[in-house]
């Protein structure tokens, strides 16, 4: 495997949490933004898109809906927030691309409390949505306190029907300086059967507070759609990015997009947030 940067930028937007790419444009969602900023292929800003009324740019951490994850599902951009504190992270938005970015708010406490009343996990915190054949990957992500977990289930959630239809199994992956680390992206490759994902090693010991930011790893799960259906994912193909460049050191990376991909040579992005106000975006181009 290979990976070498390609380019990085520091864009005036707070929160970078969640990246999604469709037809030449890049989205990217905040936590804590009450608008989804759209940038061109030189990361250019073309739009924004509205999700709700709010004075201010940046939600109070209290009160915010914290958007952590996306993926595109035949020209809809889900956009999904953790359900790490109810109501109010009890949200998601739908945005039909296809017909002016029209936005729909829907409510995820039913699907949230069939995990949150049968205790699952410690916490809950998803911060790592995609698609996976014909299932739907929900990544809750680890603190030092609890493991990662995977939530399988399928496109019935998009319709608003809630069967007990779903598998939660543990996600297996080291540490990093022996801090846990959690898993905080995720995008998939129907073509090549590819699971990219994101993990950072943050010290906290909730999904509320945040913590000191050790670093973050890119893995890589190959035959996905038949690892899924292990009693565990284990990943154990995975780097440490700031071993590729220095640029990455102490970078909490939280999500990965792919833009380009011909046989197994990936052009990828991905956004860090660092809790100062500002996201960085990388290139990387992966070559398995």
Known sequence: MQLNLVRKKIINYPSGSALEFYKNTLFVIGDDVNYVLCLDENWNETNRIKLFDFDGERIPKPIKPDLECATIIDEMLYIVGSGSKSPQRDVSFWIDLCNHNSVKKINTASFNNLFRERNFFKEMNIEGFTSCGDKLLFFNRATTEQPNHLII??????????????????????????????ISGACYDAKNDILFLTASAENTSNAYDDGEIIGSVLAIVENASKQINQSELVIDNYIELDIIDISFSKQKIESVCIVHSENKNFNLILVADNDDGKSVLFELNVEL
């Open 153 to 182: 289930t399928d496109y019935n959630i998009l319709k608003k029907k809630f069967p007990d239809k779903f598998k939660v199994i543990p996600i297996e992956i080291d540490a990093l300086q022996g801090i846990q680390l959690g």
